[in-house]
């Protein structure tokens, strides 16, 4: 979750806005890797998930992430909800979901160094308060009612919200995880062509990340219930975004989309103030109720843009959202397939050439089959399969390319960390198909070994 912005120049005009995007764009040299990942922190004796306060809790955890490894605080009013270090921050999610925002960095490399790093730290801390984590897409067993209240007055405003669109947005927020990896972006036009394919695929990272079988106790016949929840939530906000594959799309529509979302809340002075269902236009001519003859802040956009939930998202950069919480090695697997598909120009060519056929309603169907049915969805004649055998090909040659480009720069091979998704495409099987496996067969629908199958940091030697 991104942590909340103030500050900047008064917004006066639409063209304010759209410079907001076209600052974002940077030349080839300076693009960067910024990869996010969200887990569950759970009581290793009772298995239920951290409360906020207490010995072994999400707010102790902070404290011994601050005490002993320098991260600095971050407070709402007195109540520690994150830290920051060196480009990176810890934050929390509405069901105390433990997201790590990594710094921006050259290469896969350095994100496995911070990814390792951060494990050692956790599972340190959370060894000394009884704490694990489960590094899955949607939680197993917990119902709604299980799940912490944070002292984040966001959530407070979202959660009412969210029961009022759609059927699935409190579940969303309270008991899912995700991982993603933030890309840059060159130029207008290469922002779009990003765009497209990332939209277009993000299937495609669905069905090869799906981990989350099982709900409330019980497999529930899809292999994302994650994607699942994303399909029935506040649909102004949430979806494929057909419109970006029309002709003349670019910073301009995407800035009129985002104007058209409905606001979620206006920060001033530290205090959320409720602005739910409200309308930025409305807030660019200074006639938002809650603010009269106010105009907005540069801090107010880059706020409302984070109240935004497509699958692919772009503010100074472009976030790819389409993938469940997996294992250590998913995590890095998930950066590696998006950096090798669009951060070369002949793989972002040849992914476009693999989707530009695509319409909305196969885009559409592609990504219902992956939540349902994982590698083995299809639509048609396309199988996600085939589709994702494509897409790593193309994938692994866009890092090859990384590495030759980098001439005498000790430079390692980055299609390494591509091995874990290698693997599930010679199964035929995603980690969700695994977990289905392991609760039929072997736990016998008892899910109490979930936690330790799933855990992630506690095998670190600390």
Same mark, same amino acid.
């Given at each position: 979750?991104?942590?909340?912005?103030?500050?900047?120049?008064?917004?006066?005009?639409?063209?304010?806005?759209?410079?907001?995007?076209?600052?974002?764009?940077?030349?080839?040299?300076?693009?960067?890797?910024?990869?996010?990942?969200?887990?569950?922190?759970?009581?290793?004796?009772?298995?239920?998930?951290?409360?906020?306060?207490?010995?072994?809790?999400?707010?102790?955890?902070?404290?011994?992430?601050?005490?002993?490894?320098?991260?600095?605080?971050?407070?709402?009013?007195?109540?520690?909800?994150?830290?920051?270090?060196?480009?990176?921050?810890?934050?929390?999610?509405?069901?105390?979901?433990?997201?790590?925002?990594?710094?921006?960095?050259?290469?896969?490399?350095?994100?496995?160094?911070?990814?390792?790093?951060?494990?050692?730290?956790?599972?340190?801390?959370?060894?000394?308060?009884?704490?694990?984590?489960?590094?899955?897409?949607?939680?197993?067993?917990?119902?709604?009612?299980?799940?912490?209240?944070?002292?984040?007055?966001?959530?407070?405003?979202?959660?009412?919200?969210?029961?009022?669109?759609?059927?699935?947005?409190?579940?969303?927020?309270?008991?899912?995880?995700?991982?993603?990896?933030?890309?840059?972006?060159?130029?207008?036009?290469?922002?779009?062509?990003?765009?497209?394919?990332?939209?277009?695929?993000?299937?495609?990272?669905?069905?090869?990340?799906?981990?989350?079988?099982?709900?409330?106790?019980?497999?529930?016949?899809?292999?994302?219930?994650?994607?699942?929840?994303?399909?029935?939530?506040?649909?102004?906000?949430?979806?494929?975004?057909?419109?970006?594959?029309?002709?003349?799309?670019?910073?301009?529509?995407?800035?009129?989309?985002?104007?058209?979302?409905?606001?979620?809340?206006?920060?001033?002075?530290?205090?959320?103030?409720?602005?739910?269902?409200?309308?930025?236009?409305?807030?660019?001519?200074?006639?938002?109720?809650?603010?009269?003859?106010?105009?907005?802040?540069?801090?107010?956009?880059?706020?409302?843009?984070?109240?935004?939930?497509?699958?692919?998202?772009?503010?100074?950069?472009?976030?790819?959202?389409?993938?469940?919480?997996?294992?250590?090695?998913?995590?890095?697997?998930?950066?590696?397939?998006?950096?090798?598909?669009?951060?070369?120009?002949?793989?972002?060519?040849?992914?476009?050439?693999?989707?530009?056929?695509?319409?909305?309603?196969?885009?559409?169907?592609?990504?219902?089959?992956?939540?349902?049915?994982?590698?083995?969805?299809?639509?048609?004649?396309?199988?996600?399969?085939?589709?994702?055998?494509?897409?790593?090909?193309?994938?692994?040659?866009?890092?090859?390319?990384?590495?030759?480009?980098?001439?005498?720069?000790?430079?390692?091979?980055?299609?390494?960390?591509?091995?874990?998704?290698?693997?599930?495409?010679? %199964?035929?099987?995603?980690?969700?198909?695994?977990?289905?496996?392991?609760?039929?067969?072997?736990?016998?629908? %008892?899910?109490?070994?979930?936690?330790?199958?799933?855990?992630?940091?506690?095998?670190?030697?600390?």
């Amino acid at each position: 979750m991104s942590i909340p912005q103030k500050g900047g120049k008064k917004i006066e005009s639409f063209e304010q806005l759209v410079s907001f995007f076209e600052a974002g764009c940077k030349p080839k040299s300076q693009w960067l890797i910024g990869t996010e990942h969200e887990k569950f922190g759970f009581n290793r004796i009772t298995h239920q998930p951290l409360p906020y306060e207490g010995e072994c809790s999400i707010k102790s955890l902070l404290e011994g992430l601050r005490n002993s490894f320098n991260w600095q605080p971050i407070f709402e009013g007195e109540n520690l909800i994150g830290l920051a270090k060196n480009g990176a921050n810890i934050s929390l999610e509405p069901g105390g979901q433990i997201e790590l925002s990594g710094a921006p960095l050259h290469t896969l490399h350095e994100t496995e160094v911070e990814l390792n790093q951060h494990i050692r730290e956790i599972a340190q801390i959370g060894h000394s308060i009884q704490a694990e984590f489960l590094a899955i897409g949607a939680a197993p067993e917990w119902t709604h009612e299980q799940m912490p209240i944070l002292p984040k007055a966001r959530y407070k405003l979202m959660t009412e919200y969210m029961k009022k669109v759609g059927r699935f947005g409190v579940n969303m927020m309270y008991r899912t995880s995700t991982v993603q990896v933030n890309l840059d972006y060159s130029s207008e036009t290469d922002m779009v062509q990003k765009f497209r394919v990332a939209l277009a695929l993000q299937p495609v990272a669905t069905a090869l990340f799906a981990n989350s079988p099982y709900f409330e106790g019980k497999q529930t016949g899809y292999m994302s219930n994650r994607s699942r929840f994303w399909q029935d939530l506040d649909s102004s906000r949430t979806g494929m975004l057909p419109f970006v594959f029309d002709e003349g799309f670019g910073f301009e529509l995407w800035t009129n989309y985002a104007l058209d979302v409905p606001m979620y809340f206006v920060i001033q002075n530290g205090d959320f103030l409720d602005a739910r269902g409200l309308s930025f236009r409305s807030f660019m001519q200074g006639k938002l109720p809650i603010l009269p003859n106010q105009l907005p802040m540069d801090s107010d956009w880059a706020n409302h843009l984070t109240t935004i939930f497509p699958e692919v998202r772009i503010k100074k950069f472009m976030e790819m959202r389409g993938a469940d919480m997996g294992s250590y090695n998913h995590v890095l697997a998930l950066s590696a397939f998006w950096v090798g598909l669009i951060y070369d120009q002949t793989a972002l060519d040849a992914a476009w050439d693999l989707v530009k056929g695509f319409d909305e309603e196969t885009r559409e169907n592609l990504r219902i089959q992956a939540s349902k049915h994982g590698l083995k969805g299809a639509h048609n004649d396309i199988r996600i399969l085939d589709l994702a055998r494509e897409a790593l090909k193309i994938s692994e040659a866009g890092l090859n390319s990384r590495r030759q480009a980098a001439k005498g720069i000790n430079h390692i091979d980055e299609s390494q960390y591509l091995s874990p998704l290698k693997e599930a495409l010679q %199964n035929g099987l995603s980690q969700a198909e695994v977990l289905t496996k392991m609760g039929e067969e072997k736990w016998k629908g %008892n899910l109490s070994s979930i936690y330790d199958y799933c855990r992630i940091g506690t095998d670190v030697d600390t």
